[in-house]
């Protein structure tokens, strides 16, 4: 007697989560820029942002893993406490002891960083500016400066001045750099008294909470570079203030999150994407 083959039920293919986390993530364009990512490169994934204070942190994390969670971005102000969360690091990850990409692996989680390259491919690449040789001024001490500073330094810069309003963390991060030839801090108050700079690059969060940068003429150099970490209203303040200051090139973070996050991307997919058009439609004001 012929009986019929059983019928196969079709299977959905399982889709990969991923996600950002930060304190606060609202303002996030991760998730437009990671799906654009996915859609250009045919890769079936969902992309969520995940607001998590730095005590709640380890708890979202681990429910995010296990609820099926196979890479995440991290955001201020959990990049360094996302290294703490990780069995194993890339080179970039251990070197600045900062995090900002998580991939699972296992059982746990591997990191690492992409913000310095992100940066530097944003300079370099997209507006094709050359930062041998150059005078640095980095304002800010926190997670976001210690995970571009190895990146800056190979990229050629000259020398490099941090400060930050408290002093003891730009020196803490200058000792794990570890080249007091070429990077040094310096007070706050004494800015006025650094000279010029050919680039000053703003990594600190003060506009995010309502703090306004008091920053003295007498750093501004010549055809210089001024660039804040930061985008969107965030970066207004200090934007404003380096045109009014004369800085010839001046630039807010939005390329640099594009940058990072296709190398990011590169690194859960196996693919590099192409950054120009997500950047464009971002700069336009889209997603």
Same mark, same amino acid.
């Given at each position: 007697m012929f009986e019929p083959e059983p019928t196969v039920p079709d299977v959905a293919p399982q889709v990969a989560r991923y996600a950002v986390f930060g304190h606060p993530v609202a303002h996030s364009k991760s998730p437009f820029i990671h799906q654009r990512f996915a859609t250009d490169n045919h890769k079936a994934i969902t992309y969520h942002a995940i607001d998590a204070a730095p005590e709640s942190f380890p708890a979202a994390l681990a429910r995010f893993a296990a609820d099926?969670? %196979?890479? !995440?971005? =991290?955001?201020?102000?959990?990049?360094? $406490?996302?290294? #703490?969360?990780? !069995?194993t690091l890339g080179e970039a990850a251990r070197r600045t002891g900062v995090v900002n990409t998580l991939t699972r692996a296992? &059982?746990?989680?591997?990191?690492?960083?992409? &913000?310095? !390259?992100?940066l530097v491919a944003d300079i370099?690449? %997209?507006w094709r500016l050359d930062l041998r040789g150059r005078r640095v001024l980095v304002l800010g001490a926190?997670? #976001? =400066?210690?995970?571009?500073m190895f990146d800056l330094l190979e990229a050629g810069v000259d020398h490099v001045t941090i400060v930050n309003r408290t002093p003891e963390r730009a020196d803490a991060l200058a000792d794990r750099i570890?080249?007091?030839? %070429?990077v040094s801090t310096a007070y706050w108050a004494d800015m006025a008294t650094l000279g010029a700079f050919d680039f000053v690059l703003n990594g600190t969060s003060a506009a995010r909470h309502g703090q306004r940068l008091e920053l003295p003429l007498s750093i501004v150099a010549p055809r210089a570079l001024a660039y804040d970490m930061n985008y969107g209203e965030a970066a207004i303040d200090f934007l404003a203030w380096a045109r009014a200051a004369g800085f010839?090139? =001046?630039? &807010?973070?939005?390329?640099? $999150?594009?940058?990072?996050? !296709?190398? #990011?991307?590169r690194i859960w997919h196996g693919v590099r994407p192409d950054t120009e058009p997500v950047y464009r439609e971002l700069a336009a004001g889209g997603g």
């Open positions: 099926g969670g %196979r890479g !995440a971005n =991290v955001t201020l102000p959990l990049k360094g $406490l996302a290294a #703490a969360q990780c !069995a296992g &059982d746990g989680w591997h990191g690492d960083n992409t &913000d310095g !390259a992100g370099a690449e %997209r926190g997670g #976001a =400066v210690a995970g571009v570890g080249e007091p030839a %070429r010839e090139h =001046v630039h &807010d973070g939005l390329g640099m $999150l594009v940058e990072q996050a !296709a190398i #990011a991307f």
